[in-house]
């Protein structure tokens, strides 16, 4: 294994982080930005009420996306098991 196979190795380990965390990054920060803007419309400034809409939009985007998240996670685990079978 050179720096080639490895540096290869972590670009698709950092990708897959990035597109398998997508699904629960990007509901969050929309739930938070409406909510950010209802706080600033209507002047409530509590802090926790951000928390229990942005756990159930992550919650169900993880539901949704479960299947999606797992394919690029197993393709990661194939890619590295190949990778090993075959001596880089």
């Known amino acids: 294994m050179n720096e ?7 670009r698709s380990a950092i990708w897959t982080i990035i597109v398998g965390s997508a699904p629960a990054i990007l509901p ?6 409406v909510i950010a803007l209802l706080q600033a419309l209507t002047q409530v400034q509590e ?4 928390f229990i809409p942005k756990i159930v ?4 985007m ?4 479960g299947p ?12 590295v098991y ?5 001596g880089f």
């Open 82 to 86: 190949s990778r090993v079978e075959n």
């Open 57 to 60: 939009a992550i919650l169900l």
């Open 28 to 33: 969050a920060m929309v739930v938070g930005l």
């Open 4 to 10: 080639v196979d490895a540096l290869d190795l972590v």
């Open 47 to 50: 802090i926790t009420l951000t």
């Open 62 to 65: 993880i539901v949704i996306a």
């Open 68 to 79: 999606f998240i797992g394919g690029q996670i197993h393709a990661l685990t194939l890619l």
